[in-house]
């Protein structure tokens, strides 16, 4: 067990030492990585003594097949025990998955179940990069990464107030607007609304929304697509999406988007919005039950 630890705790220094590396590089955090050096080994510690529990606890539902007890009794027990067993994750994510203050960690609180899996899939299946968080999660068997999506999908908390205060002109916030609401029929692009909902809010089951995101995250996430460092199940249709934005817009967007409020009902679009199907191109491996034209039709 000794040697156990240190290897742990090698492994979580040198991942430590990679994420400040990229996120600084990523996001322009140069200037405060003594400073996140020092946050993330509190963290990392914080992290590997909450995992000791949760890893006990895990351990069970990831190992042993169904178990034959009655549904009822389980679901019952549920949520008390996720809460507990997702403390590792909520370290980094913010109390109930309401995202960490600094932009960097993402909500996970009543995000689309099926998104939230696609995306526990995606880091595990190095589709994503994020090493902190692959190592915790590479143990997990699938249904269980579904059970802790499920979890966090079904929390319901408050948003906080759009927060996003970078310098652009008005100009190129329409602009923004323009992408979002109205796409650009010349580049073949229709709006983002089409596929994340009229609100904006996502549409479940596997489409997020795009509001309640700060401007780092939206940032981050673009430029990753754009990079080829973000992927999602094959055909990517978020890829094809950024492509077809010039670089300089991509801002102009996030800027528009980050400053939005979110509407009264936060929660995702039970469906696409009616409208016309989406080009074949852009059809989403991970969102199968968005309407797609079939070959011949426009
Ligand atoms: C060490 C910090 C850390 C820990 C611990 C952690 N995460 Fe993450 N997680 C992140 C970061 C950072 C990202 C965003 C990475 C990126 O920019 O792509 C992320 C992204 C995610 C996403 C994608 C969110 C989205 O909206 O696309 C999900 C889902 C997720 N984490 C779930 C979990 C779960 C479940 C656990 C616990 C088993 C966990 N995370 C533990 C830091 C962490
Ligand atoms: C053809 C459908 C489609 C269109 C059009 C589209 N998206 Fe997406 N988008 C998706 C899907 C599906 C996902 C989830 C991908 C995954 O599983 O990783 C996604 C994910 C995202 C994410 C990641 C959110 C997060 O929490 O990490 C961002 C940001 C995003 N889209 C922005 C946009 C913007 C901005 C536009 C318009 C310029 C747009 N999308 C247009 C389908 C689409």
Redesign the pocket.
């Known amino acids: 067990m000794a040697l156990k630890t240190k290897t742990a705790e090698a492994h979580w220094t040198s991942g430590i030492t990679r994420y400040c590396r990229r996120f600084g590089y990523l996001q322009g955090m140069r200037r405060s990585l003594k400073l996140m050096n020092l946050i993330n080994i509190g963290v990392a510690s914080g992290l590997w003594l909450l995992c000791v529990s949760v890893w006990a606890q895990t351990a069970a539902p990831v190992a042993a097949p169904a178990s034959p007890r009655s549904e009822t009794a389980k679901s019952a027990r549920f949520e008390d025990s996720m809460a507990e067993r997702t403390r590792a994750c909520t370290a980094c994510h913010g109390d109930q998955g309401r995202a960490g203050p600094d932009g960097y960690y993402?909500?996970l609180a009543g995000?689309p179940a099926g998104?939230l899996h696609?995306?526990l899939r995606?880091f595990a299946q190095g589709?994503?990069h994020y090493e902190l968080m692959t190592r915790l999660i590479d143990p997990l068997s699938d249904e269980y990464m579904a059970e802790m999506a499920r979890y966090f999908a079904a929390l319901s908390l408050p948003y906080p107030p759009p927060s996003a205060s970078n310098a652009i002109s008005p100009e190129r916030l329409a602009r923004g607007q323009q992408?979002?609401t109205q796409?650009d029929a010349a580049r073949g692009?229709?709006?983002?609304?089409?596929?994340?909902g009229v609100r904006l809010t996502g549409v479940q089951p596997?489409?997020?929304?795009?509001l309640g995101?700060p401007l780092d995250?939206?940032n981050a996430?673009?430029g990753a697509?754009q990079t080829g460092q973000?992927?999602?199940?094959a055909p990517?249709?978020?890829a094809?999406?950024?492509k077809r934005?010039p670089p300089e817009d991509?801002i102009a967007?996030?800027s528009w988007?980050a400053r939005q409020p979110l509407p009264a009902d936060t929660q995702a679009a039970a469906r696409p919005p009616a409208g016309p199907a989406?080009p074949a191109a852009?059809?989403?491996g991970?969102?199968p039950e968005?309407p797609?034209a079939t070959k011949g039709t426009p």
């Open positions: 993402p909500r995000k998104y696609n995306q995606n589709r994503r992408w979002v796409g692009l229709p709006a983002c609304t089409q596929c994340h596997h489409v997020p929304g795009l995101l995250y939206l996430q673009l697509w973000r992927k999602a199940h990517d249709c978020m094809e999406v950024v934005i991509l967007i996030s988007l989406l852009l059809r989403c991970s969102a968005l797609v």
